[in-house]
């Protein structure tokens, strides 16, 4: 599902100019609350630039997803356009979305039915960082991640997925199921970074395994990637 926050800009713009603080604080309390309340119907949420922001819907229901939005609509700023968009990728889907959110009015959201696909999520990460942390700074380490988000990032969107940076260096991406393979075998190729990869009814059951698979890799170190499906 694409949401927008409509005329954003504008609203941005009444702020003034000692506006970033105002913006930031807004942004992320506004995220937070959407992250939380996406997690409660079983989705998660991609912030991205924060005016756009995507939520993943395959295994939830439209009056779930409809709920969400009056949640959103809400607590927003500004008017919200949202539209479901459905593709063989999420990259797609997107796109898709987009195209039909652009079509509505100000306030507006339009859900159609679309059938559920099983959410695929890979949960990334690079080997050392806290050593490396340890032996530059918080900032070069950050760059570090800031390059390892392009590097997913670039594999990944050929391939059809979405990324999102969440923190620390971890990079997850909503994929679809046939890509699978090719994620793995650059995973394969690369020696420094690991994934692991779930599989689930919907986005948060997904992420739940990606991550519990990143842990098991954690654990005894022997493998690089892991999918776990339960
Ligand atoms: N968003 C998010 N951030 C995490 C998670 N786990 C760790 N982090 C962040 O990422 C940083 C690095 O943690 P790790 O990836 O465990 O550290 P590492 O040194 O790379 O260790 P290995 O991955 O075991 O090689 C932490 O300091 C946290 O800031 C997670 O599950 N999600």
Known sequence: MVIEFHNYREWTELLGDD????????????SSKMIWKASQMGSMLFPMRYDLLLVSSDGISNSKLNNFLGYV?????????ACLGYSETPLKAQEKGYECVKKLEAGSTQLMEYPDSSVVIAHFDLNGFTSLTNETSPYTSFTEAQKFYTEVLETVYPLGGLVQYMGGDNIVALLSQDVIDQVITQVEN???IKVGIGIGRNAREALRNATKALTDIRKDRREVWKLLQE
């Open 19 to 30: 506006r970033e603080w105002k913006i930031q604080f807004s942004q992320h309390l506004l």
């Open 73 to 81: 609509s809400r607590i927003a700023p500004v008017n919200l356009r």
């Open 190 to 192: 690369n020696p420094r």
